[in-house]
């Protein structure tokens, strides 16, 4: 059965530098990416979902010229809601509406895992940054030596949950998602690696709970940003106090050991 994009959203509120926040880690990463923008540059997330990122990077760069764009009709409806001054645009898969050389930096979080056909969607990023721009990309490379799924792989316990609950399709080892990019005319500027262990594992279980609550449920899909807030709603203050203290930890974890390899990769390149 296809993953339905319309039916799972992501990027519902907002993203936080918030050491409790999922979200922390990656937002660091990609500001550090713009860290030397000037005022009006135009920066675009692709696949950005609800907008929860480009969104805060609006926030705290607000001189900056915001971009989102995502194949999902209903992702996008929601993000034009919030008026928050990024300027929202449907794409499909392989093709956005903008212009050559028109971005001076291209953002992507979980996306090239996403997709059909990898190749087309750095061939578009290329296309729509100028000379010398940054693209930051954050990818987790499930087939990647050191990832726990790649370990239950082989273990012939993995079920593919990540592809049932997710929509992931590609299973990147670091050296092959690393080739891909520099193939398509990127020179790599900076490398930073997050959830070496404590992260991996927080992640085996959310997909595992969510199995277990999709098949008692009767569910071909969950949503894990929804999952997860229902479970809140129910377990009240005590969960979320529970939840932020081990994403405090997964973050911090991320934070100490940002340059130990890990196969949750984050990528900065420039391109040629």
């Known amino acids: 059965?296809?993953?339905?994009?319309?039916k799972s959203i992501w990027g519902h509120g907002n993203a936080s530098l918030s050491l409790s926040s999922p979200t922390s880690f990656r937002l660091r990463q990609s500001l550090q990416s713009l860290s030397e923008l000037?005022?009006?540059?135009?920066?675009?997330?692709?696949?950005?979902?609800?907008?929860?990122?480009?969104?805060?990077?609006?926030?705290?760069r607000p001189e900056l010229d915001c971009y989102g764009c995502d194949i999902s009709q209903h992702a996008i409806a929601?993000?034009?809601?919030?008026?928050?001054?990024?300027?929202?645009?449907?794409?499909?898969?392989?093709?956005?509406?903008y212009g050559d050389n028109f971005f001076d930096a291209v953002l992507i979080f979980d996306v090239l895992e996403h997709v059909e056909n990898p190749d087309l969607i750095l061939s578009e990023i290329h296309r729509v940054l100028k000379s010398g721009g940054v693209f930051y990309s954050f990818v987790p490379c499930e087939g990647d030596s050191l990832s726990f799924w790649n370990l239950?792989?082989?273990?012939?316990?993995?079920?593919?949950?990540?592809?049932?609950?997710?929509?992931?399709?590609?299973?990147?080892?670091?050296?092959?998602?690393?080739?891909?990019?520099q193939s398509h005319g990127?020179?790599?500027?900076?490398?930073?690696?997050?959830?070496?262990?404590?992260?991996?594992?927080?992640g085996l279980a959310a997909f595992f709970s969510m199995d277990?609550?999709?098949?008692k449920s009767n569910l071909h899909q969950v949503n894990n940003e929804q999952y997860f807030y229902n479970l809140d709603q129910k377990g009240g203050g005590v969960l979320k106090i529970?939840?932020?203290?081990?994403?405090?930890?997964?973050?911090?974890?991320?934070?100490?050991?940002?340059?130990?390899?890990?196969?949750?990769?984050?990528?900065?390149?420039?391109?040629?």
């Open 186 to 202: 990127f020179v790599t500027k900076r490398i930073r690696y997050s959830e070496q262990v404590l992260g991996q594992l927080l």
């Open 38 to 60: 000037k005022s009006g540059a135009k920066v675009l997330e692709l696949g950005c979902g609800a907008g929860q990122f480009i969104r805060e990077i609006k926030k705290i």
């Open 212 to 215: 277990h609550f999709a098949k």
């Open 78 to 97: 929601i993000a034009k809601q919030a008026n928050d001054g990024v300027n929202y645009d449907l794409s499909t898969e392989n093709r956005s509406v």
């Open 242 to 272: 529970l939840k932020n203290i081990v994403n405090s930890l997964v973050a911090i974890e991320s934070i100490t050991f940002s340059r130990v390899p890990s196969p949750n990769v984050h990528l900065t390149v420039i391109k040629k």
């Open 152 to 181: 239950l792989h082989k273990l012939g316990l993995k079920r593919e949950l990540t592809k049932m609950y997710a929509g992931h399709i590609n299973k990147f080892s670091r050296p092959s998602l690393i080739n891909l990019v």
């Open 1 to 6: 059965m296809a993953f339905d994009y319309e």
